[in-house]
């Protein structure tokens, strides 16, 4: 057997290599394939738990009134209405701003949306639109105004306008 084995060299375990290690490759995915022949039926069952999941969770006509649709790109995106902080006017857009901070572009004005949005949603400005359940402080100011300390995870101070200081002070009842 030494003898055999003194004759092989570099390039005869290449050119063995070569030949049958594409079989071997074969073997292998044959042994593995038919050592686990269950796995097809443990797939397909977690395929279905997991589809039984989101059918549960499908909107519904009532689900679908809790939630704001935003455009972004060729996707709506669904913002629950007790995520959204505000909706504000700056430089002819119309921004909404969610808990996370994160601002999205908005298809409509804001008349528009004071008739349409929950009574949760009051005006304070010409140019803002607040949740009053996100009011996490109000600051009184010297001149008269408020300013409205928002639940956000970035920081987000609102300035009301002297004309909406009766509702501030409705929402704050003081």
């Given at each position: 057997?030494?003898?055999?084995?003194?004759f092989?060299?570099?390039?005869?375990?290449?050119?063995?290599?070569?030949?049958?290690?594409?079989?071997?490759?074969?073997?292998?995915?044959?042994?593995?394939?038919?050592?686990?022949?269950?796995?097809?039926?443990?797939?397909?069952?977690?395929?279905?738990?997991?589809?039984?999941?989101?059918?549960?969770?499908v909107?519904?006509?009532?689900?679908?009134?809790?939630?704001?649709?935003?455009?972004e790109?060729?996707?709506?995106?669904?913002?629950?209405?007790?995520?959204?902080?505000?909706?504000?006017?700056?430089?002819?857009?119309?921004?909404?701003?969610?808990?996370?901070?994160?601002?999205?572009?908005?298809?409509?004005?804001?008349?528009?949306?004071?008739s349409?949005?929950?009574?949760?949603?009051?005006?304070?400005?010409?140019?803002?639109?607040?949740?009053?359940?996100?009011?996490?402080e109000?600051?009184?100011?010297?001149?008269?105004?408020?300013?409205?300390?928002?639940?956000?995870?970035?920081?987000?101070?609102?300035?009301?306008?002297?004309?909406?200081?009766?509702?501030?002070?409705?929402?704050?009842?003081?």
């Amino acid at each position: 057997m030494s003898t055999i084995l003194g004759f092989i060299g570099p390039q005869e375990i290449v050119v063995l290599l070569i030949l049958f290690l594409p079989g071997a490759i074969i073997l292998f995915l044959l042994i593995r394939y038919f050592s686990r022949k269950d796995k097809p039926k443990l797939v397909a069952q977690e395929l279905e738990k997991h589809f039984n999941r989101y059918e549960e969770s499908v909107f519904t006509q009532k689900d679908i009134r809790d939630y704001y649709p935003v455009k972004e790109g060729n996707k709506i995106t669904l913002i629950r209405y007790d995520e959204i902080v505000d909706f504000s006017a700056n430089n002819n857009f119309i921004f909404l701003t969610d808990v996370n901070g994160r601002d999205y572009v908005v298809d409509s004005n804001l008349a528009d949306l004071e008739s349409k949005l929950p009574a949760d949603f009051i005006r304070v400005h010409k140019s803002t639109i607040i949740n009053k359940k996100m009011i996490s402080e109000v600051k009184k100011l010297a001149n008269g105004r408020y300013d409205l300390v928002m639940k956000c995870e970035k920081s987000r101070v609102i300035s009301c306008s002297k004309n909406y200081n009766e509702k501030i002070k409705e929402i704050i009842d003081f």
